[in-house]
């Protein structure tokens, strides 16, 4: 099964840097469009940063030119290289795996979480 696993974080001041991690398995007749996400206190889960399929990669916004996503397909690891951060950054980072294999299925597996706090 593929169910991703997050670590890498932790507390940090403002301006500070952390880089997350997020492990998971992958079935050689599948392909992955991996993407973070992060849910603040109080707010809805937003999108955070992508790299589909096709290796195209997208950012919200608010994090462009702060964040880079990268993956190491040997490792199976998806990264976030999360640099100037900001308080506004504190929120569970979560990774979401969506899963195409050449049967057609897909699936969309989703990892626990790791929280990420920003302190002013």
């Known amino acids: 099964q593929v169910q991703p696993v997050e670590t890498g974080g932790g507390s940090v001041q403002e301006g500070g840097s952390l880089r997350l991690s997020c492990a998971y398995s992958?079935?050689?007749?599948?392909?992955?469009?991996m993407r973070w996400y992060r849910r603040a206190p109080g707010k809805e889960r937003e999108f955070v940063a992508r790299i589909a399929i096709d290796g195209t990669i997208s950012y919200a916004d608010s994090v462009k030119g702060r964040f880079t996503i990268s993956q190491d397909d040997a490792k199976k690891t998806l990264y976030l290289h999360m640099n100037s951060l900001k308080a506004e950054d504190t929120a569970v980072y979560l990774c979401d795996a969506g899963e195409y294999c050449s049967s057609g299925s897909w699936n969309d597996y989703w990892g626990q979480g790791t929280q990420v706090t920003v302190s002013s």
């Open positions: 992958r079935r050689t007749d599948c392909r992955y469009d």
